[in-house]
């Protein structure tokens, strides 16, 4: 079956009433959205769908796809037919010449011919044992079709001379390539017990293929859409599916958000180029590289990427990282060539073919660079005899070659991505590099892209690089005329901003199904915005008793967080100097007030010092305390109605909290101010 044909299924069974536990809203309405998250829906099933193809006997021929909607037909075309025809023609040249009278022979012959191919017909009914004796039965008629066609030939030379193979020869190679195409469809009709084990490999494969693209991209796209529009209500806890949400590379554990729409129309609209993508760490960079990767971000039409995903080493040197580029490359390109081989390719195919087998000796040839240095050896010998003569000489030659240098490497390197992008046009050929903040912020990313960028800028490639915050201020003041490596390494700088709730919501209703508004609010809060820490919230949510109120839930997730502050912290303290300023801290610490209120009064007023490493520990433990004080008191049972504004504003808080002590707080007290029943978190730290 044909990806559309899948996704079409797949689709209806979505939307039909009370399937999978949707509510099916407006079917017309539903069914554009999905197409719409096509590219999407598609690329999540990409493994499933590979798989299937590598298994599936089905060809995409018209007579093949023929063949599986008319099987009778087929049979009777493939078993009698045929069969009967090439008996009846070789009894009546080999037995009765050209010139005799065959009418009687005719008519036994074709009884005769129709008994044994009736016989055949019906035991193909039979089971496995009756289906392979059919298989061999057809496969002699299409031998006896292609040895008629030979003796035809060599009768046509010795009765007609050579120039009769102008007109036969031709001819000739039609029948045969039809014989070859009516074997296919004898394999689709007729699969003989060889084939049986592949097709139910290959029917399970499909099973697998349609229930990933349902559950990984149909149904999470469906609850997405509804969950913008629907809001669950209720403070006690209760949701459907969750198994999604523990499952992780999988991409409905990314929301497709701004950032990635702004690097679609970008790499859509220019001809190459290097770009970044630049946030915090979690806000869920690596997931949109692996979206984007796997085709989620393509336009309807569009060609499937060849892509290449590389993160950068922490401790690297700039040959070996180019060169394992350079390796992950070559085998790309070489899958990409494998799964493309069958399929039709357009005008000129003769001369795309040869480039398409040119570059696969390119990919192997690199490769083989890659592994091993060469040592060519070759030898004569000979003697001298008093009783003979045997002429002697001996030479010995060795080649070893050299390493290549880096500045050979990037240039072997840049000329192979260009020879891919221009053979595979209109492939993109995508490169993510991801992680280069795990090198260290400041210098050493400085560093690392000095030395790659060398392999940017090839027309018809894209690198897409995640860089942490930094690269973003750097490119921006860039235009105030402060110049760095990053303006210099990348023509766009992507920013991948910190979730809000409308989006937060998405994400979570993509992995859990049903889950009441006022339980995404308190993972939402909880996480700060950051994608990767939102997916944590909602799994320590959807771990408590189905029944549990939100205050009850809140409750467990301050404790944890309380517990998780308090041993960071002291963890921290037993590295510093300060042996009073520890120990007070660390008594408030070990045995923390159920108030947190008073808490984390007590905190600050443990060290009244100067600002030093202690103070500053204290002042965010503070703050960070502060942040489930507020949390703990905002949701309670009372909570009936989420505000977007106040879920926003409390998660911006949270994020400050960790980083800044004084601005947490400060947001922090806005927010309490805001509500007077709930106090204010208290004086802000020195």
Partial sequence: MTEDEVFEQVVEAALRLGEHGEPPGDPEALRAVLRDAKPWIVASARAQHDRYTELAVVSASGLARSATKHPFLWRCLL?????????????????????????????????????????????SYTGVIGRTVAWFWGVAGQGSVSLSVLIANVGAVVAAGWLVLLVTVPLSLALVWGVGHLTEVLNVVLPPAMLVGRLVAADQALAEWRSAMLNDGVLPALRAELGGTRVVPGTALAFGDARNLHRGGSLISHQPVPAGRELAELVGTLDGGSFALAGPRGSGKTNLLRAFCQGAYRGQGQAADLSVLVAAPVDYVPREFVLHLYARACHAVLAHLRETERKVVRRRWWVRHDDRRRLARSAQRGLRDIAYVQTLTGETS????????????????????????????????????????????????????????????????????????AVFDVPGCYYLVSVSTEAQHDFELAGMGLRSVFDSSFDEVVRVDYLDFQLARGLISRSVDGLPEVFVALAYAFSGGLARQLTR??????????????????????????????????????????????????????????????????????????????????????????????????????????????????????????????????????????????????????
């Fill in 79 to 123: 078993l009698v037919v045929i069969p009967v025809t090439v008996w009846v023609l070789w009894v009546l040249l080999f037995k009765y010449g050209v010139n005799g009278n065959p009418a009687i022979p005719v008519v036994r012959n074709s009884a005769f011919g129709l008994g044994t191919a009736a016989v055949v017909f019906g035991i």
């Fill in 382 to 453: 000979g003697k001298f005899g008093f009783r003979g003569a045997e002429l002697a000489h001996k030479r010995a030659t060795s080649l070893a070659g050299r390493p290549p240098t880096y500045p050979e490497v990037v240039d072997d390197f840049r000329t192979f991505v260009r020879d891919v992008a221009r053979t595979l046009d209109p492939v993109r050929v995508v490169i993510a590099v991801d992680e280069i903040d795990r090198i260290g912020a400041g210098e050493p990313a400085r560093r690392f892209l000095n030395e790659i960028k």
């Fill in 537 to 686: 919230s909602a799994r320590a949510i959807v771990r408590q008793p189905r029944g549990s109120l939100l205050a009850d839930v809140a409750e467990k997730l301050v404790a944890d967080e309380l517990d998780r502050v308090c041993k960071t912290t002291s963890d921290a303290l037993t590295a510093l100097d300060d042996r009073d300023g520890v120990t007070k801290l660390l008594r408030v610490l070990a045995d923390p007030d159920p108030d947190l209120h008073v808490l984390r009064e007590r905190v600050q007023a443990s060290y009244a010092k100067e600002h030093t490493a202690i103070g500053d520990l204290a002042d965010r433990a503070a703050a960070r305390i502060a942040f489930l004080a507020v949390v703990r008191d905002h949701f309670t049972n009372d909570l009936t109605e989420v505000l977007p504004a106040q879920v926003d504003a409390l998660a911006r808080a949270r994020r400050y909290a960790g980083s800044n002590p004084a601005t947490g707080l400060a947001l922090l007290e806005e927010f309490s101010s805001a509500s007077p029943a709930r106090p204010a978190p208290g004086r802000s730290p020195r």
